[in-house]
Nanobody
């Protein structure tokens, strides 16, 4: 069974940074568009960022994270990263990575169209 595993979450002070990782077993991440989604307490899950497949030349970001978050791939390690800087309390959420065979689905943050999901990693931004 194809699996995605997130890591790198934790507790960080406002203004701090974290780097989340998304790793895959049994399949090559570069064949898929990879998205990061998050769900804050009491809120619906939302799209945060996406990177296209086959080299990842296209990216997309939720407006509120533009200029603070960066998505990238390391194909040698079969991983996708989400570098999060200047974190704010409102970034507190469980962060999920997800894979889609259809880049457009990912770029438009169409959660129902994502093919595989990880179990999430908790990010808490608090002083």
């Amino acid at each position: 069974q194809l699996q995605l595993v997130e890591s790198g979450g934790g507790l960080v002070q406002p203004g701090g940074s974290l780097r989340l990782s998304c790793a895959a077993s049994k399949f090559t991440l570069d064949y898929y568009a990879i998205g990061w989604f998050r769900q804050a307490p009491g809120k619906e899950r939302e799209g945060v960022s996406c990177i296209s497949s086959n080299g990842g030349t296209h990216t997309n970001y939720k407006d509120s994270v533009k200029g603070r978050f960066t998505i990238s791939r390391d194909n040698a390690k079969n991983k996708v990263y989400l570098q999060m800087n200047s974190l704010k309390p409102e970034d507190t959420a469980i962060y999920y990575c997800a894979a889609s065979r259809t880049p457009r689905v990912c770029m438009l943050f169409h959660q129902d169209g994502m093919d595989f999901w990880g179990k999430g990693t908790l990010v808490t931004v608090s002083s």
